[in-house]
């Protein structure tokens, strides 16, 4: 189904995500920033991907001071409106669900993440280098702040 | 260049080889053989192989995978192969000299005979670049 | 068990000026499987623009790709301005809108040369670049380079377009149209080049939304999505344009969804400078900070939708950049695009995805240890020219004619 206009957006989400919604942020009526939990993460997913109809753009991993955050960017092309879905990770063992089973358009990016940022995406279908080189050295993740470069 | 290339007063067989490019250079230099700049009437042909090529010219700024292939191909060029960095990525890296994935100038791993900096360089200054070359090569003057 | 041979496509393609690697997994003459790998083109870009300001990191990305030069800065300073909620004056929506057309004219025109050049017709290829060149002195008039044109800033345009030199500018745009008009003939009629490229590479509605794909490879396949008309920003709400698409998601299909879309990117130009003489003012907001906070910044580059993505936390230097290229997402579709396909139409399936491999950084890397045979990127060439040749030969035809006398 798809969300007849940019003011339903909201409404739509908190009806179909429910509990899983944990906070929602407009910034305005086309960008709006969800937050929900690491592992509702498929079923979130799947209903905006499938149920609603929006297209994966791309998704960011970033090193925050508190958590490590994923955040998932929606277009949905036919209300001209982006949702990105933001998941916070334990800075210890950052790890969650690959949506790449549900959607073919992720599979590359978190191939990329798992790369660059070091985080775990479980049921992957095929996780290994994709910009790096394959002997780059493991445990050095060039997007994380306490990344020094090569030779520190 | 201590040697003496009588072999290239004919025609200059031209490998290209990209690493790591923004593509502009690149196509600044397909665009140097369109009609408005017509590189070949200079002699200067484009070829598919390194193994046949007398100039080897470089753009891109070459990150770590770029430069193994690099120094690769460098090996297959038959000797003795004239190296033209072009661009200011291919001579010292650009503004992705301090990448975490770049391990700056290419020079540094393949013996650079002549470079043509800009960003890209227009045509006009690769063709000049070319007959400045190539006279120092026949030992004239350009 | 068929017999599996694989064949390297790369890195060192003199079809395609970036290194790319793919590799083919063949039975007989048939494609059965792809390993498409990345590399050689990562610049650490994202980890780099953390140590820049925000107006050094538009000339930053605006080096990623040469060829769409100004739509990752377009992106990029649409991102800044979203996340700081900064104001950008109407006049410079106009300028923005002018020069990403002519950037989307310059790269189709470079492509469909290029796929001449693929398929074996050299001379459309030198015809096209020719015209291309007109376009390249008017980039270099009115922004001071042929290609690089620094021209966004977040807040604005960096130069203005004068009133004076507009004239100038319809008058080289509106000339396209002729040439256009004959590329388009000569390409969709000839039958030749329906033969090397109709029914080959098909991607099917449902392959594009699953691989979020984007751009002519998506509109090709049935998927009417488009940036400019869906988001609107810079000038594309003040104007009238189609989006094109079509839906056999061939190749053909894809030549021909970038030579309407040029038709409509002369409109749309002519359209800008037509309202820009009555649009006075500043083409610049001259933003002092970029508050705290996120932005989303998107374009429809010529192959597809660019989206940067920029973290504020209040001083001069984004927290976080994320930049995702249109390629990224569109050669990954080469997966589904190659399989059972003929060896001699890999080259031009893979190229018909336009694909900026600087974009989205690609090289492969893969070790073949099987004792197959290899085919090198000039063999492959071959084989495609050799397919033209055959066809020529069967169907009694000569390929795509340009009468240079259409062109006085």
């Known amino acids: 189904m798809r969300i007849p206009a940019q003011e339903q957006v909201l409404p739509v989400l908190r009806e179909k995500l429910g509990g899983r919604l944990l ?3 407009v910034k305005s009526p086309v960008r709006i920033f969800l937050l929900v939990s690491a592992a509702d993460i498929m079923e979130v997913s799947r209903v905006i991907f499938r149920d609603l109809e929006a297209r994966l753009q791309t998704a960011t991993a970033t090193d ?4 490590f955050e994923i955040l998932y960017h929606w277009a949905f092309d036919y209300i001209g409106c982006v949702v990105s879905v933001r998941v916070k990770l334990d800075k210890q063992k950052p790890e969650i669900d690959s949506i790449a089973p549900l959607c073919r358009g992720a599979e590359w990016i978190e191939r990329e993440m798992w790369e660059l940022m070091g985080i775990a995406f479980r049921g992957h279908p095929d996780l ?25 | 260049m201590s040697y003496v290339i009588n072999a290239l007063t004919k025609s200059l067989n031209v490998f290209h080889l990209a690493g790591s490019p923004c593509n502009n250079c690149d196509i600044e230099i397909l665009d140097a053989l369109t009609p408005k700049y017509d590189l070949e009437r200079f002699g200067i042909v484009l070829v598919g192989s390194v193994r046949h090529a007398d100039v080897l010219l470089l753009s891109g700024a070459f990150n770590r995978k770029a430069t193994i292939r690099a120094k690769t191909v460098y090996e297959q060029a038959p000797k003795p192969v004239v190296v033209i960095a072009i661009g200011n990525c291919a001579i010292t890296g650009n503004i992705f000299r301090d990448s975490y994935n770049l391990d700056p100038p290419i020079g540094k791993h393949i013996p650079v005979d002549a470079y043509i900096p800009g960003c890209p360089p227009k045509p006009e200054a690769m063709i000049s670049a070319v007959v400045k070359l190539i006279a120092k090569l026949k030992g004239t003057k350009a | 068990m068929p017999k599996k041979t694989i064949i390297p496509i790369g890195p060192c393609h003199p079809l395609q000026e970036e290194p790319e690697f793919f590799k083919l997994h063949v039975d007989g003459e048939k494609v059965i ?3 498409i790998e990345l590399g050689y083109n990562h610049r650490g870009m994202e980890k780099i623009s953390e140590g820049k300001t925000f107006e050094q990191t538009v000339f930053l990305v605006e080096r990623i790709c040469g060829i769409c030069s100004t739509s990752h800065p377009i992106a990029c300073v649409q991102a800044v301005e979203n996340c700081g909620d900064i104001p950008v004056p109407p006049r410079a929506l106009y300028i923005r809108s002018i020069i990403g057309e002519m950037e989307r004219l310059h790269s189709h025109l470079l492509w469909l040369g290029l796929a001449g050049h693929f398929l074996g017709f050299n001379t459309l290829w030198m015809w096209v670049w020719r015209y291309r060149e007109d376009l390249l002195n008017m980039f270099e ?9 620094s021209m966004m800033k977040p807040g604005g345009v960096r130069r203005d377009i004068k009133n004076e030199d507009v004239p100038a500018l319809v008058k080289t745009i509106a000339g396209l149209r002729k040439p256009l008009d004959l590329f388009r003939a000569v390409v969709m009629e000839d039958p030749l080049l329906q033969a090397r ?11 594009v939304i699953d691989f979020c794909a984007v751009g002519p490879v998506a509109r090709s396949s049935g998927l009417d999505i488009d940036v400019r008309r869906d988001h609107p920003h810079a000038a594309y709400g003040m104007v009238d344009f189609k989006v094109i698409t079509t839906k056999n998601g061939d190749v053909f299909d894809k030549v021909v969804v970038r030579i309407l879309e040029m038709f409509e990117s002369i409109s749309i130009i002519e359209q800008c400078c037509k309202a820009l003489p009555s649009t006075p003012g500043p083409v610049d907001s001259n933003p002092k900070e970029v508050v705290p906070g996120e932005g989303i910044g998107h374009y ?8 940067h993505y920029i973290r504020s936390d209040g001083t001069n230097r984004p927290a976080r950049h994320k930049v995702r290229a249109p390629s990224y997402v569109n050669v990954a579709t080469n997966a589904k695009a190659v399989l059972g396909q003929y060896i001699a139409d890999a080259t031009i399936i893979l190229g018909a995805v336009d694909p900026c491999y600087c974009c989205t ?7 073949a240890g099987t004792g197959a045979k290899l085919l090198d990127a000039k063999e492959l060439l071959r084989l495609s020219r050799q397919k033209t040749e055959d066809l020529k030969r069967q169907m009694g035809v000569e390929g795509p004619k340009l009468d240079m006398g259409a062109f006085a």
């Open chain 3, 300 to 307: 429809e580059a010529p192959r597809g939708e660019v989206i």
């Open chain 1, 23 to 25: 906070d929602a942020t």
């Open chain 1, 128 to 152: 290994r280098h994709l910009l790096l080189m394959d002997d780059w050295p493991a445990g050095k993740f060039p997007l994380r702040r306490d990344f020094k470069g090569l030779n520190a």
């Open chain 3, 197 to 207: 490229t109709k029914g080959v590479g098909c991607l099917t509605k449902q392959d």
């Open chain 3, 361 to 367: 950084e690609r090289m492969a890397a893969i070790d």
């Open chain 3, 141 to 149: 008039y009115i922004t001071g380079n042929r290609n690089h044109y």
């Open chain 3, 33 to 35: 499987g792809i390993d």
């Open chain 1, 64 to 67: 925050a001071p508190d958590a």
